[in-house]
């Protein structure tokens, strides 16, 4: 499956997931590992290649070839071989599963993805801890080793996502953080494309393929997001908010945001006022 890096990233952040085994493993050149032929995988996996190669084969047609640099993600209810190449094969492996495991809408997850992830050092100490974690009895071991599942997911995606887009990462990446920043300024297409020197049609290209929407749509999301941090407090009115992310028209504001969220922003900070009058 090629998979988007963006689908994948929304997956993994809004479907809750067990985090099960993390294994450093060496396989040997002369031997084919077919344990996974008569008994299907029961979890999915990450599967991080470390040194040498190795070919993995689901259900005896689906190839895929790891070296260090190259990850699988997925791979649930598969009929799975490896052959490792001359060297031998060493890699990171860490089960997970979507939880309740059958659910429609995780296809993306269990389906097998194929991905580039630079094998640098940040991604190899997170590797290592995740190990350290995944040996502690304790209920903080647990957690910590949760969090350290997503941070190295979100690097692998991230690292794919650079993979994808060499010619423009760094652009695109700083035209982000220049939204992020100026998000309250009356922001274009044309403005952002001529801050970078391009045209704006081949900017909002670039853009999008990089972050799976266009630059107007990423502006209008993240003051919607803004926007709610600030009217579920309480304690600000929403002309008060909508100027603040940058709409000086109230009832425009509105709309948006109601597109956007759902509800009408008077109404999202309606609980909180009732259960704190003062």
């Known amino acids: 499956m090629d998979g988007s890096y963006e689908e994948l990233a929304r997956d993994f952040a809004r479907i809750p997931l067990g985090v099960y085994g993390v294994f450093r493993t060496e396989l040997r050149s002369d031997l084919v590992y077919s344990g996974h032929v008569a008994r299907p995988t029961t979890r999915c996996a990450v599967v991080l290649a470390l040194r ?11 190839r895929y070839r790891l070296e260090p640099g190259k990850v699988l993600l997925g791979g649930l209810g598969q009929r799975l071989e ?22 429609e809408d995780a296809r993306g997850l ?47 995606l991230q690292s794919e996502r650079m993979s994808r887009n060499k010619e ?25 494309a001529e801050r970078y020197q391009i045209k704006a049609k081949y900017f909002s290209s670039l ?11 990423y502006l209008i999301r993240y003051r919607m997001n803004r926007a709610n941090e600030m009217l579920v407090t309480g304690q600000f009115p929403v002309g008060v908010v909508a100027k603040s992310v940058g709409y000086s028209d109230a009832y425009y504001f509105s709309r948006l945001f109601k597109k956007h969220k759902g509800v009408p922003p008077g109404r999202v900070g309606m609980r ?6 003062s």
């Open 168 to 192: 423009s990462y760094s652009l695109i990446d700083e035209a982000i953080r220049y939204i992020r920043e100026h998000h309250a300024e009356p922001l274009t297409l044309n403005l952002l």
């Open 207 to 217: 853009f999008r393929k990089y972050a799976g929407i266009g630059p107007i749509d």
């Open 110 to 156: 269990v389906e097998v993805s194929a991905l580039d992830a630079v094998l640098d050092p940040e991604l190899l100490h997170v590797l290592d801890r995740l190990l350290e974690a995944a040996a502690s009895p304790d209920s903080m071991g647990l957690l910590e080793k949760k969090a350290l599942f997503y941070r190295l997911i979100h690097h692998i």
């Open 82 to 103: 490896v052959y490792p190449g001359t060297e031998g094969f060493e890699y990171g492996l860490v089960h997970y599963l979507p939880e309740p495991a059958d659910r």
């Open 272 to 277: 909180r006022k009732r259960n704190h009058p």
């Open 52 to 62: 040498g190669s190795a070919e993995f084969v689901f259900g005896g047609t689906e």
